[in-house]
């Protein structure tokens, strides 16, 4: 049982590139969610998904795809890579059960440099 | 907007009692206040959550006013690993929403040997 595994851990991007960042978990999850942490701040949500083929907006989502075709995977796509999307980016997993609240558990993180 | 108010530190002498204050008059009837850590950047981590109820857990306790309206989290006896930010959440309703998370800025502790 890994729990959410993200990768990479470290990437520079160029201005204008695009990249993907692979957000996987075993643990059979419904919702799945991106954030980023910007230096000194707490974490905003970028995008969610509550199952494979729903997803929708938190936050910041300017700049950043999402889609969720398995239960197990959420991969966050960047089209054209900006600067200000210099971040480290955190994916997380949750059960969603109807009157019940569990917890989240947390990648380790992917931190993104744009120059 | 994170619908929670917390004190940006606070500082804690090793093996004192820690509590972390935090604020959410805005409370709906049917939202948990959860308590999330974050140690030196990495993935922020589960403490414990609750409703109404005090909650205690092999980490910490919770203590709710009758009002809901603010929260108190109770590190029993702070060591220097438990050194982190602190974060304070309601989380949001809704099955559709599956729950989502709100972060605010949260507290830095700080514990001193």
């Known amino acids: 049982n890994a729990g959410v595994t993200q990768t990479p851990k470290f990437q520079v991007l160029k201005t204008g590139q695009s990249m993907t960042l692979q957000c996987a978990q075993d643990?059979?999850?419904?919702?799945m969610s991106w954030y980023r942490q910007d230096p000194g701040m707490g974490l905003r949500l970028i995008h969610y998904s509550v199952g494979a083929g729903i997803t929708d907006q938190g936050e910041v989502p300017n700049g950043y795809n999402v889609s969720r075709s398995t239960t197990e995977d959420f991969p966050l796509r960047l089209l054209s890579a900006a600067p200000s999307q210099t971040s480290v980016y955190f994916c997380a997993s949750s059960y969603v059960r109807t009157g019940l609240n569990t917890e989240a558990f947390f990648g380790q993180g992917t931190r993104l440099t744009v120059v | 907007d994170a619908k929670t108010t917390q004190p940006p530190s606070m500082d804690c002498a090793e093996g004192r009692a820690a509590n972390l204050p935090c604020n959410h008059s805005?409370?709906?009837?049917?939202?948990?206040v959860y308590w999330y850590r974050q140690i030196h950047s990495q993935g922020p981590q589960y403490i414990i959550h609750?409703?109404?109820n005090n909650e205690t857990n092999e980490m910490a306790s919770l203590i709710i006013t009758e009002d809901r309206k603010s929260s108190t989290l109770i590190l029993p006896h702070a060591t220097l690993r438990d050194t982190a930010v602190y974060y304070c959440i309601v989380r949001v309703g809704g099955y559709n929403q599956g729950g989502k998370l709100i972060f605010g800025q949260g507290t830095e502790l700080s514990v001193k040997p």
């Open positions: 609750g409703l109404k």
């Open positions: 643990m059979n999850h419904e919702y």
């Open positions: 805005t409370i709906s009837g049917n939202e948990y």
